[in-house]
């Protein structure tokens, strides 16, 4: 379904089921892995969490789960790259709609890109996937990498 996000996807920068106190929290841990991956610059998360709070990524979607697809600057980050969690309870981020409004999300697509242009293609790429309720139901039910790359093909 999505190669492109397949390709982009780092298998340690997997996280399924995890617990997580809040936003904050999920987009660092993914953040780490990337950086600790190579893929990004050591200012990577805290730019990541700097722009969630001035432009939140919160995406309402329309069935069960809800996402988020937080992201920086493209000087933050070495070689693109994609991280994904899904949480086994749902931690408040602010729509990017409506920044005034929370969402509760349990999927978080964490992007590490180094072109403008990229990031506006994967935004749409994810975008598209995220609207298909039979992957999100995949990916929410996914126990291992192997089961992230069936959901998204």
């Known amino acids: 379904m999505s190669d492109?996000?397949?390709s982009a996807l780092e298998p340690s920068a997997v996280l399924l089921q995890i617990s997580a106190a809040d936003k904050a929290e999920v987009i660092t841990e993914?953040?780490?892995?990337?950086?600790?991956?190579?893929?990004?610059?050591?200012?990577?998360?805290?730019?990541?969490?700097?722009r969630e709070r001035e432009l939140p990524t919160g995406l309402p979607l329309d069935g069960k789960y809800n996402a988020a697809i937080p992201h920086t600057d493209v000087e933050h980050v070495i070689i693109p790259g994609l991280a994904l969690a899904t949480l086994s309870e749902p931690v408040i981020f602010k729509n990017m709609v409506s920044p005034e409004d929370d969402v509760p999300v349990q999927l978080v697509i964490l992007m590490a890109l180094d072109q403008p242009k990229s990031q506006v293609d994967m935004l749409q790429e994810i975008s598209e996937v995220l609207q298909n309720r039979e992957t999100i139901e995949r990916?929410?039910?996914?126990?291992?990498?192997?089961?992230?790359?069936?959901a998204f093909k």
């Open 4 to 6: 492109k996000i397949l």
């Open 30 to 50: 993914l953040g780490n892995l990337l950086f600790r991956a190579g893929y990004v610059k050591p200012s990577f998360v805290q730019a990541a969490l700097a």
């Open 139 to 150: 990916l929410m039910a996914a126990r291992s990498f192997s089961d992230v790359e069936k």
